[in-house]
């Protein structure tokens, strides 16, 4: 099985469900140039910073009003100096770099809000990356290897070399050096930076790392400009015509599935000063430029990288062990972004103009992943996408639980800035939000060394080299051992050597040797079993001092957690309490508006009650008069009717005395013409014309209130009434005994406008008619009738009598003639005529 694919499957199971913290966001706010300087954030401490638009801001259309809170992890005031920062954000990281864990630290922010400044700072107030390898190199101090005994191996990882072979790496670099840096090491030094030797270093150390573990500084320096990496401590080579430029380097995998830049120089270092002068090189190799927010502006993201390797020492503290698999690296990536930028700000051009649309496009990438993450935590299942910018691309790993994520907001709070910052703010939030997998804690492969074998090497060592400078007594032990080692060899006595067979001098000589020898064993093991209970004193104490310091180091950070702990649930109490206070006065708001809209509620259940009653009561009213109203036109009503009556059944009565006497008055012209005999008086009963048939008045005319003006007419003198006469075109001339009374008349043919009826006082109506009867003689008939006012304005005629005059024919038959003219009259009598004047 492929370990490496199988730890990223662990990856990705952890980023799903292992445990998580939120990335760590700390904001800082830069002091302000001028006092003057019109302002758009203040802090409120401990955590707390108030975005507000500035009042030039206000004034515009559209803008913004509202001030915005955001709460970060620390916000660090204008007047916080580099030492604190660093210690709050930067000194956990190094713990964990110490402790072969993976960190990344990043700067954000609007061009000039400080962010080169937080991150490298100056040579006398060194910013986060300086106090960095000072810390270090405090710490690692006596338990660093000598060089070149971890090598990188090019793929991210490293080998281990025995201290023979590094001695001769490190004769070889030697003579490969140049003779002028040989005979002078500090040329080169000299020249590379004068803040290197104006920098005023840090005291600061970590105390809790593996003391039994040897330990190797490298560092690398890259930038990413135009979104392509460069690595800023690759030599050029020159090839006597012109310098060659850096070289494009490509991001791989390593066999972890860790992401680093392929072919980076990565420099071993053996003090900070040498640290330095690495970065001081490629410090010099960055694309800076002036513009016009920043006479300084980085126009690249660049990144040192740090990393520790560290493998134990054998059982006796002395040599590395030899086995790759006892290797731990811990990396710490510092970052320093280039600053976000508007070119309505800027005024950039060419190429500062592409730097900064590229600047943008990878802050962009960066803000779409983490927001792509926040969202995939609460549920979605987006593809991230990392590769959209190499800057993404690079700390992909970190993003997906490989370290620690910490990233400082840098904050520029001149109300210039307000908008940027805004932007700004709104994705440090979003960062706040995104969960980040714990690091795998490894468990330390169990080499079964005792722990705390190198001090107790050291100790001895020591103890050693302090008996040998001294020469001191070795302590008493009651067998005379006490005595220096001349005094317990005593001097070998003199012994006259007198003759060959002087055999007592020779055994004399032979028993002081033996008794001298036994001397010697003794005191020798004597000391070998001191020697030993000795060393395995000290291995005991040393191991019991370990271990004391290893649980005085775990409390201790159990307490700085507690602590920690402790301080986020004091702002996050002091943020809920802030929080309580504001729902509070929004309560009491709410409660108030209810209260008042109660009251108006019941105020206008009221106005409609009483505007209820008001309506029940004008109701009654309008009720009982329109009952009045009823009443009174009912009565009204029937007193018309009467008098309608009335009139009609006058005007019935006049119109029979009428008839009556047009009846007379013809029957007494008929008598007056006829001879006074017996058959003159049957012919006179033939002359008597019928009565035509008097209907009953229309009910039109009787509803008017014009009926009386009419029945006032039809009482007017007959002399004074005008006539209508309607006759024939060419009538012919009657020769009749009886001519009609036209007094006042008017004559017309033709009636085809009913103005002729209507105009002109017109009461009375006769239609002439002339023919020939059944029996040859000429018949002229006149039908009479009242003209009388219709209600639609108009006139209608009535007819009411109808006069024949006839001039006899002497063939014509009498009797049917009688017959026919009764008939004509009662018919004739029966037509009305209705004409129609406008309407007014
Ligand atoms: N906290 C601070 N105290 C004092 N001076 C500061 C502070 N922060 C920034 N400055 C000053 O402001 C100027 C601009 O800062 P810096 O170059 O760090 O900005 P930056 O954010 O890195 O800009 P860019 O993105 O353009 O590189 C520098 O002269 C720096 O010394």
């Given at each position: 099985m492929n370990p490496g694919r199988n730890r990223m499957q662990n990856k990705n199971s952890r980023q799903k469900n292992g445990p998580k913290e939120s990335m760590e966001v700390c904001c800082r706010v830069r002091p302000v140039p001028s006092q003057n300087t019109e302002l758009c954030l203040k802090v409120e401490p401990p955590s707390t910073v108030i975005l507000a638009p500035p009042p030039s801001y206000i004034n515009l259309r559209n803008a913004p009003t509202k001030e915005m809170h955001y709460t970060f992890k620390k916000v660090f005031q204008e007047q916080i100096s580099q030492k604190e920062v660093f210690e709050s954000v930067a000194l956990p990281l190094i713990e964990n770099l110490l402790n072969a864990k993976n960190s990344l630290l990043f700067t954000y922010g609007v061009t000039g809000s400080g962010k080169?400044?937080?991150?490298?700072?100056?040579?006398?107030?060194?910013?986060?990356?300086?106090?960095?390898?000072?810390?270090?190199?405090?710490?690692?101090?006596?338990?660093?290897?000598?060089?070149?005994?971890?090598?990188?191996?090019?793929?991210?990882?490293?080998?281990?070399?025995?201290?023979?072979?590094?001695?001769?790496?490190?004769?070889?670099?030697?003579?490969?050096?140049?003779?002028?840096?040989?005979?002078?090491?500090?040329?080169?030094?000299?020249?590379?930076?004068?803040?290197?030797?104006?920098?005023?270093?840090?005291?600061?150390?970590?105390?809790?790392?593996?003391?039994?573990?040897?330990?190797?500084?490298?560092?690398?320096?890259?930038?990413?400009?135009?979104?392509?990496?460069?690595?800023?401590?690759?030599?050029?080579?020159?090839?006597?015509?012109?310098?060659?430029?850096?070289?494009?380097?490509?991001?791989?995998?390593?066999?972890?599935?860790?992401?680093f830049v392929h072919g980076v120089n990565e420099v071993e270092v053996s003090s900070a000063d040498e640290a330095f002068e690495a970065f001081y090189k490629g410090q010099k190799r960055r694309r800076i430029a002036h513009t016009t927010l920043n006479a300084e502006s980085s126009r690249a993201h660049t990144i040192f990288t740090i990393r520790v390797v560290q493998a134990p020492v054998d059982q006796q503290g002395q040599s590395i062990v030899q086995d790759k698999k006892y290797l731990q690296i811990g990396q710490l990536s510092l970052v320093d972004l280039a600053g976000s930028e508007r070119t309505n700000r800027t005024k950039n051009t060419g190429q500062r103009l592409r730097e900064a649309g590229n600047i943008n496009n990878s802050l962009m990438t960066l803000r779409n992943c983490l927001e792509l993450l926040r969202e995939n935590q609460k549920g979605a299942n987006k593809m991230i996408p990392y590769r959209d910018s190499r800057l993404t691309h690079l700390f992909k790993t970190y993003f997906e639980g490989e370290g620690q994520v910490c990233m400082i907001v840098c904050v520029n709070p001149q109300g210039d800035d307000y908008d940027e910052n805004l932007q700004v703010m709104k994705f440090a939030e979003i960062s706040q939000e995104v969960q980040i997998a714990f690091p795998p804690t490894t468990p330390r492969v169990n080499h079964g060394f005792t722990p705390g074998r190198r001090r107790a090497n050291n100790a001895l060592k020591k103890f050693e080299i302090e008996y040998d400078k001294e020469n001191q007594e070795i302590p008493p032990s009651g067998n005379g051992l006490h005595k220096k080692p001349v005094e317990i060899f005593a001097d070998i006595p003199s012994l006259r050597y007198v003759s060959m067979d002087d055999d007592l001098s020779v055994k004399k000589a032979k028993e002081f040797l033996e008794n001298q020898l036994q001397l010697y064993n003794s005191v020798t093991g004597n000391i070998r079993e001191r020697y030993h209970d000795f060393r395995e004193m000290i291995l005991k104490t040393e191991r019991t001092a370990f271990t004391a310091s290893q649980e005085i180091e775990s409390i201790k950070s159990l307490y700085e957690r507690e602590k920690e702990r402790n301080s986020d649930l004091e702002s996050r109490v002091k943020n809920s309490d802030s929080q309580m206070c504001s729902l509070k006065r929004k309560i009491d708001e709410y409660e108030l508006n209810v209260k008042r809209l109660k009251r108006e509620l019941s105020e206008k259940d009221m106005h409609i009650h009483k505007t209820k009653i008001n309506t029940e009561k004008v109701k009654e009213q309008y009720n009982s008069k329109i009952a009045q109203t009823q009443e009174k036109l009912k009565t009204e009503i029937e007193r018309r009717l009467r008098s309608q009556k009335s009139a009609m059944e006058f005007e019935a009565r006049s119109r029979d005395r009428k008839l009556r006497e047009a009846k007379r008055v013809l029957s007494d012209e008929a008598l007056r013409s006829i001879p006074s005999t017996p058959s003159a008086a049957m012919e006179r009963s033939k002359y008597t014309v019928s009565t035509p048939s008097v209907r009953p008045p229309s009910p039109n005319f009787r509803s008017t209130g014009r009926k009386l003006v009419n029945a006032r007419r039809a009482r007017r003198s007959r002399s004074l009434e005008t006539w209508l006469e309607h006759r024939p075109p060419a009538p012919l001339p009657l020769a009749t005994i009886l001519q009609p009374v036209l007094t006042k008349r008017k004559s017309v043919s033709k009636l085809t406008d009913a103005k002729d009826m209507v105009s002109g006082g017109v009461d009375k109506y006769?239609?002439?008619?002339?023919?020939?009867?059944?029996?040859?003689?000429?018949?002229?008939?006149?039908?009479?009738?009242?003209?009388?006012?219709?209600?639609?304005?108009?006139?209608?005629?009535?007819?009411?009598?109808?006069?024949?005059?006839?001039?006899?024919?002497?063939?014509?038959?009498?009797?049917?003639?009688?017959?026919?003219?009764?008939?004509?009259?009662q018919n004739g009598c029966s037509v009305a005529i209705e004409g129609h004047g406008f309407r007014r």
């Open positions: 080169t400044h937080t991150m490298i700072g100056s040579g006398k107030d060194g910013g986060i990356m300086p106090r960095c390898i000072d810390t270090i190199f405090n710490s690692i101090g006596m338990y660093k290897t000598n060089k070149y005994v971890f090598k990188p191996d090019k793929l991210n990882g490293f080998d281990i070399q025995s201290e023979s072979e590094a001695i001769i790496e490190m004769q070889q670099e030697i003579i490969c050096q140049t003779p002028a840096k040989i005979k002078n090491p500090k040329l080169e030094r000299n020249n590379s930076d004068q803040d290197l030797f104006k920098r005023i270093p840090t005291e600061t150390k970590i105390t809790n790392i593996d003391i039994d573990n040897a330990y190797a500084v490298f560092v690398t320096f890259v930038e990413i400009y135009n979104n392509s990496v460069y690595d800023l401590l690759e030599e050029c080579p020159d090839d006597g015509f012109r310098q060659r430029g850096p070289q494009v380097k490509i991001i791989r995998e390593d066999a972890d599935h860790n992401m006769c239609l002439v008619t002339q023919g020939q009867d059944s029996d040859g003689d000429l018949e002229a008939r006149i039908y009479k009738g009242d003209v009388l006012p219709t209600t639609g304005g108009g006139v209608q005629v009535k007819f009411s009598d109808v006069e024949i005059l006839k001039q006899k024919s002497p063939s014509s038959s009498p009797t049917r003639r009688n017959h026919n003219l009764a008939n004509n009259a």
